[in-house]
């Protein structure tokens, strides 16, 4: 026990010096701070010490300014989170479970690595490129960080010797379960064919060839495990065995193997894993990522995408070929050059990204295998391309020997070519996954002219389709091309929240080019996959209150408009999609400019509210009421941006529609039905929801009393959980808060609980109700509470005090909030 205590002691000691410093970071500043507490609790505890009790950020809750309830549940936090720690302590998972629910609470987060130093004896120039891999799956998860290294054994910009930083971006909830992440950096050499070769002949320079790759299993740090920033990692480097040995098989069969033979070579990095998106962490760990710091991204979209993060990048990945070695005794050292060409034949100039932190560049040249008939380069590059030019561009790949001796260099041209469009025939973009590209081969001159093969089919699965009569049609018109037996794969993936690759969802967002499908389109989008739609979230919003818009003078579409918009929110209210919220929010808050929607939206809901009880409809009524808040957030955005151009006009129309919808909810939960039970336990669900939205335009004190007739409409014995719930939530609205408002609310609540009290239904809710009210009567900022205190008192404290004694004194309640 003594030495239990003095430990923590000295780390008080050590953490209140750090804190006394004022060098730390906000972020950290926060949490030690909160680590101090809980050290202070915990060794309260295990000395027989009173426990204090906290607010969320540590400090001590003052007696005389807190309810006797809040101070109550603060006891109750306090003293299961002490258990937990004690049940921690035994366990030492503190830090490990602290960090998990840390990263837990954040959709995204990103890998921080600071290159310190490569120890390799390479003796030409090289690229040193890290990606991130998963190993079960075979393939780089994120773009590459490229550095550019000198023969000197320096970095070749000498001005970022000591700022080698990168970043990981977009990593989220997917990549904390893979089952294991290696951190991989591959070295290619830059110089001539073979490092060895004293040839007295002038050799080609310039030729990217495999040298090794050095990897490291990140996953305990990417799972949170592992947390030392300051702790250098050194891994070691695996040199290629030959140098035609695939770079790919040699990460694989590092990976399988336990040891390295490095011989003191490798890489020295610093490791930290960072919770949040690349905004947030140059916000909160500015000493670490700066705007010099490179952002690798994930290849793929993060787990949220916020308006405004507008990206259109297809990666590119060269995967395998298959090249006759032709006239030559051995196989071919075959290079691939990439590059965007347009229909015209114009090369698209700094449009390919080879890896962060370097600068953009017009063609791309891949890793030469030597004397390989198959060679497997598994090289993936970015190719970011403006959206006005993705329609008129294809990528060309070229192919060429390559030999070591300069003289013979020169006189090899290129020998074939490929090539693939990056827009379809239908409008959407190249399909993500892998293509067996169709290897063209014809004289160097017009290979080099894009009208050459730009009319042919570009893959193998292309040619199927086209059929080979029409193929050898063209062919002849041609009269230059022939179709090799070479073969040549690639794989792309498509990161753009401007193009997409469904053509239901590519028909709503160009609905104005065909107006006749308008109608077909709008109810395809409920097949469309619901990544595809809240990717590109904003651009579905502004085509459907446009829709509204361009058509205020008709109803054609206003309930398919409605039903696609709750469609969108119920996705948005779904598990996988509930990082999305932010979005939307600020979309209405930002983005949102359809003036006349509210009128619409009413209108349609009101409609559906009055059929809830006919058969077919009842499903729907239940989908509306889940998004009543944002459709109600709309609403009110509408008529707040009305009233900016046209101040009050249309106040009347606007709030006698209101009245009518609210009538029409009350009419609706009235009923004894039993076919609209579950809209009726919706809307006591959601209905709450709307309150500080409609307030902003709608009169407080009439708002509260469609309330009450809302609640009093409910048949007493049914849904009366429902209900006491949805009454709970009103006293968490600004509502409730308001003198005149609670004047009107607080009668219909002692109502309410002295019924449910009296008939011992739903003792828990009614408990919570209850202290609920007293909790904000409590409280300073709300105006005068006496009266509503003496009605609680006359109403409910006879009931409370039999419910009490009918109880018996084990009861949990009784202990909790009767007190």
């Not at 003052?62 to 004690?86: G, M, N, Y």
């Not at 890793?367 to 590059?381: A, G, M, N």
């Not at 929801?689 to 409910?714: A, G």
């Amino acid at each position: 026990m003594f030495n239990c205590v003095r430990n923590m002691i000295c780390d008080l000691v050590e953490w209140r010096s750090q804190i006394l410093s004022g060098t730390l970071p906000q972020d950290e500043l926060k949490e030690l701070k909160k680590k101090i507490t809980a050290r202070i609790d915990y060794g309260n505890r295990i000395l027989d010490l009173d426990l204090v009790v906290r607010d969320e950020d540590g400090n001590i809750l003052d007696p005389e300014q807190t309810s006797t309830i809040s101070l109550f549940r603060a006891h109750e936090i306090a003293s299961k989170q002490v258990e937990e720690r004690i049940q921690e302590e035994k366990s030492q998972k503190q830090n490990d479970i602290n960090r998990q629910a840390k990263f837990a609470a954040t959709p995204s987060f990103a890998l921080f690595v600071n290159l310190k130093n490569v120890v390799c004896k390479i003796g030409e120039d090289a690229e040193v490129l890290m990606s991130l891999y998963d190993p079960s799956e075979c393939k780089f998860i994120s773009e590459n960080y490229l550095v550019r290294w000198s023969s000197s054994g320096l970095p070749k910009d000498i001005e970022r010797l000591h700022n080698l930083r990168a970043v990981f971006t977009d990593l989220g909830s997917k990549d904390l379960n893979r089952e294991k992440i290696s951190f991989v950096c591959q070295i290619v050499r830059v110089g001539r064919m073979e490092l060895r070769d004293n040839s007295t002949r002038k050799l080609t320079s310039g030729l990217r060839r495999p040298f090794g790759v050095a990897v490291m299993d990140v996953t305990d740090i990417i799972t949170g495990k592992l947390d030392d920033e300051d702790k250098q990692h050194f891994i070691p480097f695996q040199p290629v065995a030959g140098e035609n040995d695939f770079l790919q098989t040699v990460i694989n069969k590092v990976i399988a193997a336990k040891e390295v033979n490095h011989k003191g070579q490798g890489l020295w990095v610093t490791m930290k894993l960072l919770p949040g998106d690349i905004h947030q962490i140059r916000k909160e760990f500015p000493h670490l990522v700066d705007r010099s710091t490179a952002v690798a991204r994930k290849m793929g979209f993060p787990e949220i995408i916020m308006p405004g993060d507008v990206r259109n990048d297809i990666y590119v990945t060269l995967l395998q070929g298959d090249f006759d070695r032709g006239n030559k005794t051995t196989a071919k050292n075959v290079e691939v050059t990439v590059s965007v060409f347009d229909e015209d034949g114009k090369r698209l100039e700094n449009v390919i990204y080879p890896g962060a932190g370097d600068e953009a560049i017009s063609e791309y040249k891949s890793v030469i295998y030597y004397q390989v008939k198959q060679p497997r380069w598994f090289e993936t590059v970015k190719v970011a391309i403006p959206i006005e030019d993705v329609n008129r561009s294809h990528l060309r790949f070229t192919f060429r020997h390559r030999s070591s001796q300069e003289s013979k260099d020169k006189s090899e041209k290129i020998f074939a070519v490929a090539f693939v469009k990056l827009m379809r025939y239908d409008g959407t973009t190249l399909r993500d996954g892998e293509h067996d590209l169709i290897v063209y081969k014809a004289e160097a001159k017009k290979l080099e002219d894009a009208s050459t093969y730009l009319g042919l089919p570009a893959t193998k699965i292309e040619l199927e389709e086209k059929g080979h009569a029409s193929l050898g049609k063209s062919m002849q018109n041609l009269g230059c091309c022939t179709i090799s037996k070479d073969s040549f794969q690639i794989s792309t993936l498509v990161c753009s929240t401007k193009l997409t690759q469904n053509v239901d969802l590519l028909g709503l967002l160009k609905w104005r080019s065909n107006t006749n499908l308008l109608q077909q389109n709008l109810c395809q989008l409920m097949n469309v996959d619901g990544g595809e739609v809240v990717k590109f979230l904003q651009d579905t919003l502004d085509a459907l209150f446009n829709i509204i818009m361009e058509n205020s003078d008709t109803e054609t579409y206003d309930i398919l408009v409605f039903d696609a918009l709750v469609f969108i929110i119920g996705l948005i209210a779904d598990r996988k999609f509930q990082h999305f919220n932010p979005v939307l929010e600020t979309y209405i808050k930002k983005h949102f400019s359809a003036t006349l929607a509210y009128t619409k939206l009413t209108k349609v809901l009101k409609n559906y509210v009055e059929n809830a009880d006919k058969p077919g409809i009842t499903e729907q009524v239940f989908k509306v009421m889940k998004a009543l808040e944002y459709i109600f957030k709309f609403i009110v955005r509408s008529r707040i941006l009305f009233i900016q151009l046209y101040e009050n006009k249309g106040e009347t129309e606007f709030m006698e529609s209101l009245r009518h919808l609210f009538k029409s909810i009350n009419e609706m939960t009235s009923s004894q039905t039993d076919q609209t039970v579950i809209v009726k336990g919706a809307a006591l669900k959601y209905l709450p929801t709307i309150v500080n939205d409609v307030k902003l335009v709608f009169d407080p004190k009439e708002l509260s009393k469609l309330f009450t007739d809302f609640i009093v409409n409910v048949p007493r014995e049914r849904l009366v959980r429902q209900k006491l719930y949805c009454l709970i939530e009103i006293i968490h609205s600004d509502l409730f808060n308001q003198l005149e408002c609670r004047d009107i609310l607080l009668p219909m609540m002692t109502d309410q609980l002295k019924h449910h009290l009296e008939r011992q239904e739903e003792p828990e809710a009614c408990c919570q109700l209850l202290s609920n009210i007293l909790e904000v009567l409590y409280r300073k900022d709300v105006g005068p509470t006496q009266r509503h205190v003496q009605i609680i008192m006359e109403k409910l404290l006879r009931t409370v005090n039999r419910t009490v004694i009918s109880m018996g004194r084990d009861s949990e309640l009784i202990v909790s909030d009767f007190s």
